[in-house]
């Protein structure tokens, strides 16, 4: 194992994060700092002597700092080989000194686009000296150490301090890869903004940039957020990634108490979580999900209401379920659920009182996610194949009462079309086959994940007629229920199954060759039917 030793650093960065305490480490071993701008100021704050980048270059910083480090004696002294004759000549030939150690991390591109930042401030947060400085001494991490975080900077002293000031081979390389992977993210970001964010912002606009929305080399920039226990299964290794820029989900929000998320926890949570966000602002909702379907969806005049019947939907698939709910968690709610297993609560905001009843349950993950996403969002969704990846834009269609079609003699009456587009509002987050029925704002039986329509249309009256037994009601829930397909209905015969179930209204796409005899099954037996002119599979 080598060991190289640091003489010289040169640092450059954005994030002063430990900075001071850094470069107090480095001086007391008698390493000569070089600097630039804002970092060698920081830096003389701190007591520091501190060489300006320009005085080892001969150049003064120009153009608004955007030339400062682009400079053979940046570079020569990051690449020269130390054991390469020809380049220590070089070297001696053009007065160029050896750095051993550079600290650099790039302009907040990424945070300036999350901010919301003008196009012109964006262009001038795009690093283009300090990634060049990164590759440099990454490549030439044999005798170059580099750094690029600052939650590295404690290592490094602490490497320092074992090997008499000089970092050994494996640290080197370690770092060296770090810092690739982070100019891969940078460069990524940049051209994800490029392809999809300046696309929509630059006065050229979209048309003339770009035929497209899907670019021919798809840039994607994620940065892991956690090693998981598992996957869907024990014998599967997991992790969570996060994008660059997020606008927030499930993996954002702050996790009050419990155990870990596991792999299955986080993807049934983001299931629950996108739907309830349909609800954002209207009336108090809650949403219970048991492997990636919603099995009970409710609103009503109480977040404690809407719980009681989002549970009566199909209290069995509740049991180790997820719950979301769309406004602030109290006490009452809290209750309610804990009295049932659950392996995970997410709310926007979470009473202290509501705390205090979780607490209770110490394995209960319970989760704070201050804002619901916002359904409408846009965005890609990506599903990885053998030997490829699918991408298409999000599911975020939606269809109000205007965009209705009546189909039938008779049409909806009021309730009936609100609880259409209730049923049509779930439907869209339930496994294809998908059928909801939905009755005075809750769901009355959800069928999912069906090879054929008709099955699950049988499959939630089935549900529906378990519940009634269970609460012993006179009569399912479908009864009198509306009830919504993400697909058309290729034949009669799933239609005639939610009319036998006791549904009164029908909501579809519509568009199958054998419209006209489902719409007459629908006149047969009375029910109104709207079409949507939308499709929602979901696989």
């Known amino acids: 194992m080598s060991m190289a030793k640091i003489n010289r650093a040169l640092l450059s960065v954005s994030d002063k994060t430990g900075l001071a305490e850094l470069g107090k480490a480095l001086s007391a071993r008698g390493v000569e700092l070089v600097s630039t701008g804002g970092t060698a100021r920081t830096l003389r704050e701190a007591g520091l002597d501190v060489r300006d980048v320009s005085d080892l270059t ?16 940046v570079h020569g002294g990051l690449l020269a080989l130390r054991d390469n004759d020809k380049h220590r000549a070089a070297m001696a030939a053009h007065d160029i000194g050896a750095i051993d150690l550079v600290v650099v991390n790039l302009y907040p591109f ?56 000089a970092t050994s081979d494996a640290f080197r390389i370690r770092m060296a890869g770090k810092a690739y992977a982070r100019t891969a993210a940078y460069d990524a970001a940049i051209a994800s903004w490029f392809a999809f964010g300046d696309a929509f912002t630059n006065p050229l606009g979209p048309e003339a940039l770009q035929a497209t929305p899907f670019p021919a080399t798809m840039p994607l920039a994620f940065h892991r957020a956690d090693t998981l226990r598992y996957g869907e299964n024990p014998h599967q290794q997991a992790a969570i990634y996060v994008p660059q820029v997020t606008s927030g989900g499930v993996p954002q929000a702050r996790q009050l108490q419990g155990k870990a998320l596991s792999y299955n926890n986080l993807n049934d949570a983001d299931a629950a979580l996108e739907l309830v966000a349909e609800f954002t602002g209207q009336a108090p909702a ?94 890609f969704a990506m599903k990885t194949i053998a030997g490829g990846m699918l991408i298409q834009s999000r599911d975020d269609g939606a269809v109000s009462a205007e965009d209705l079609r ?11 079309l609100k609880d259409c587009l209730f049923a049509w509002t779930v439907a869209r987050h339930v496994k294809s086959n998908a059928i909801v029925y939905a009755r005075d704002g ?35 829930r479908t009864k009198g229920s ?32 054998r419209d006209e005899e489902v719409i007459a099954a629908a006149d047969e037996g009375g029910l109104a039917m709207v079409f949507t002119g939308m499709r929602h599979f979901r696989h």
């Open 58 to 73: 001969g150049f003064p910083e120009m153009m608004d700092g955007r030339v400062k480090t682009l400079h053979p004696k």
């Open 110 to 165: 990424e945070a300036t686009v999350a901010k919301g930042a003008d196009r012109a401030e964006i262009i001038e947060n795009i690093d283009i000296g300090g990634p060049s400085m990164v590759r440099s001494a990454a490549k030439n991490h044999g005798s170059v150490t580099i750094l690029t975080d600052p939650a590295d900077y404690g290592a490094l002293v602490e490497e320092m301090e074992a090997n008499d000031g």
């Open 286 to 379: 809650v949403v219970i999900v048991k492997h990636a379907n919603p099995c009970g969806v409710a609103q009503g005049g109480s977040l404690l209401e809407a719980w009681e019947a989002a549970l009566q939907c199909d209290s069995v698939s509740a049991f180790g379920g997820i719950v979301a709910v769309n406004t602030e968690l109290d006490a009452a709610t809290a209750e309610a659920i804990a009295e049932i297993f659950t392996e995970v609560v997410i709310a926007p905001k979470v009473s202290e009182a509501a705390r205090e009843v979780f607490a209770k349950k110490k394995n209960l993950r319970l989760l704070e996610c201050g804002t619901l996403p916002d359904p409408r969002r846009g965005g």
């Open 406 to 416: 009546v189909v039938t003699k008779r049409a909806p009456s009021e309730q009936e």
């Open 442 to 476: 809750a769901t009355a039986g959800i069928g999912a994940g069906q090879m054929n329509r008709r099955d699950s249309a049988r499959i939630a009256a089935i549900k529906a007629r378990e519940a009634a037994e269970t609460y012993g009601w006179e009569e399912p």
């Open 482 to 513: 509306a009830v919504a397909s993400d697909a058309f209905f290729p034949f009669a015969d799933g239609l005639l199954a939610a009319a036998e179930a006791g549904a009164s209204a029908v909501i579809q796409p519509g568009g199958s060759i």
